[in-house]
């Protein structure tokens, strides 16, 4: 069971929207540890998608979107395309643990 | 372009032990943390290590604690684990990554900007 709690899968057509949750607690998220998301096609590393809850790297597509409250943060993709299909994982720090924490991970299908 | 090449990684019986390395190129190796995140087959994602720039801090999740050992050699541009006491939990593909973030207290802060390919370690009798 991971520290920080994700929805198993999402599902979406092309052109919608889908947003994925991660769950803290006053610990990790709510203390104020920073969010980062990766994006994970099977086979393949993990990729940067968002870094310090909101921010995008050169490359990523705007689609992409970040955002933290409490003790949860959230990715959002807006106009889902076909490509979007991969695992995504959200990061933080648990300071009860002493380390980083991953959440679950999200399957993300494109119908 | 930023590269990380992992390597070492190899089928071993419990409680043996095995080294890997991640080579890194395209960046100022010694201005950036590394750590080492593991996922085993069909799991999720799992933190096991981290060292700073300079390679005088050293974290460890509680799973690998006193049987890993990160380290670094900047001169070679590469980062290493040794894991000795393998048991059949640690059976996962192990990823070297860099951090652009810093390192201070009780952990290395900064997402993970670049992965390598990975490395897959088999803990079976």
């Known amino acids: 069971q991971s520290v920080l709690t994700q929805p198993p899968s999402v599902s979406g057509a092309p052109g919608q929207r889908v947003t994925i949750s991660c769950t803290g607690s006053?610990?990790?998220?709510?203390?104020?540890?920073?969010v980062h998301w990766y994006q994970q096609v099977p086979g393949t590393a993990p990729k940067l998608l968002i870094y310090v809850n909101t921010n995008r790297p050169s490359g990523v597509p705007d689609r992409f979107s970040g955002s933290k409250s409490g003790t949860s943060a959230s990715l959002t993709i807006t106009g889902l395309q076909a490509e979007d299909e991969a695992d995504y994982y959200c990061?933080?720090?648990?300071?009860?643990?002493?380390?980083?924490?991953f959440g679950g991970g999200t399957k993300l299908t494109v119908l | 372009e930023v590269q990380l090449l992992e390597s070492g990684g190899d089928l071993v019986q419990p409680g043996g032990s095995l080294r890997l390395s991640c080579a890194a190129s395209g960046f100022t190796f010694s201005s950036y943390a590394m750590s080492w995140v593991r996922q085993a087959p069909g799991k999720g994602l799992e933190w096991v290590s981290s060292i700073s720039g300079s390679g005088d801090r050293t974290y460890y999740a509680a799973s690998v604690k006193g049987r890993f050992t990160i380290s670094r050699d900047n001169s070679k541009n590469t980062l290493y684990v040794q894991m000795n006491s393998l048991r059949a939990e640690d059976t996962a593909v192990y990823y070297c990554a860099s951090s652009s973030g810093y390192c201070s207290g009780n952990s290395c802060y900064g997402p993970n900007d670049y992965w390598g390919q990975g490395t897959l370690v088999t803990v079976s009798s």
């Open positions: 006053s610990s990790s998220i709510g203390a104020g540890y920073d």
């Open positions: 990061q933080s720090y648990d300071s009860s643990l002493s380390g980083w924490v």
